[in-house]
């Protein structure tokens, strides 16, 4: 089990920026990467960006160039640095740590609303 707390999650307007923060804890060991989704009203959740173990990272084309996935492995934290926002990434984000096996840790999800 791995527990994800994020936060970093508000109201900005367009062309603004957020940073995202989620901390792991539990069975670290497990962890082969993390990742960040997004869910908007009334659509399925999507991948946003994720980093794996072995610092490949991989981005969604709607975000690629504004965002940027990091981690910091001495507090087992990762972020989302999300630049140049548009109103279209107003969306809960959560955050995901895939461990071995095929399973996936969820956090509770944060709201990200970009005024236009």
């Known amino acids: 089990q791995v527990q994800l707390v994020e936060s970093g999650g508000g109201l900005v307007q367009a062309g603004g920026s957020l940073r995202l923060s989620c901390a792991a804890s539990?069975?670290?060991?497990?962890?082969?990467?993390m990742a960040w989704y997004r869910q908007a009203p009334g659509k399925q959740r999507g991948l946003v960006a994720s980093f794996t173990s072995s610092g490949t990272t991989n981005y969604a084309d709607s975000v690629k160039g504004r965002f940027t996935i990091s981690r910091d492995n001495a507090k087992n934290t990762v972020y989302l640095q999300m630049n140049s926002l548009k109103p279209e990434d107003t969306a809960v984000y959560y955050c995901s740590a895939w461990r071995r096996g095929g399973v996936t840790d969820w956090g509770q999800g944060t709201q990200v609303t970009v005024s236009s």
């Open positions: 539990g069975s670290i060991f497990s962890i082969n990467a």
